[in-house]
Nanobody, 132 residues
Framework: VTMVESGGGSVQAGESLRLSCAAS????????MGWFRQSPGQTREAVAS???????GYADSVKGRFTISKDTVGNILYLQMNNLNPEDTAMYYC???????????????????????????WGGGTTVTVSS
């Protein structure tokens, strides 16, 4: 299984971007999936999740601005990012968890800063840069 992100770029604060994650097999988008990001010098953090039943979750830092969705026919995961700010600058990764533990964990505990998750597959990342 391969997962390839696209849609990153350089924008001004307040602007929007939509990230896409294309999966090589139809099965991937039917599982628990998530978007993560890593800023220079920081640990990778989860920002959004979408479970197999479509239940979504968000880190507090992006809630109300980011929207995760998936196209199970086209095997694509999306992250719509609105009202971007410089703190959103990072490499963004999509990931799939066939076991579902990631989605279960964040639904119960929320998105804990510094938490790590054992995902099944990762994409290679796409860069988002937001200038003020």
């Amino acid at each position: 299984v391969t997962m390839v992100e696209s849609g990153g770029g350089s924008v001004q604060a307040g602007e929007s971007l939509r990230l896409s994650c294309a999966a090589s097999t139809w099965a991937v988008t039917k599982y628990c999936m998530g978007w993560f990001r890593q800023s220079p010098g920081q640990t990778r953090e989860a920002v959004a999740s979408i479970a197999s039943d479509g239940t979504v979750g968000y880190a507090d830092s992006v809630k109300g601005r980011f929207t995760i969705s998936k196209d199970t026919v086209g095997n694509i995961l999306y992250l719509q990012m609105n009202n971007l700010n410089p703190e959103d600058t990072a490499m963004y990764y999509c990931a799939a968890d066939f076991g579902g533990k990631f989605c279960d964990t964040v639904s119960v505990r929320g998105f804990v800063k510094g938490a790590t998750y054992d995902m099944t597959y990762w994409g290679g990342g796409t860069t988002v840069t937001v200038s003020s």
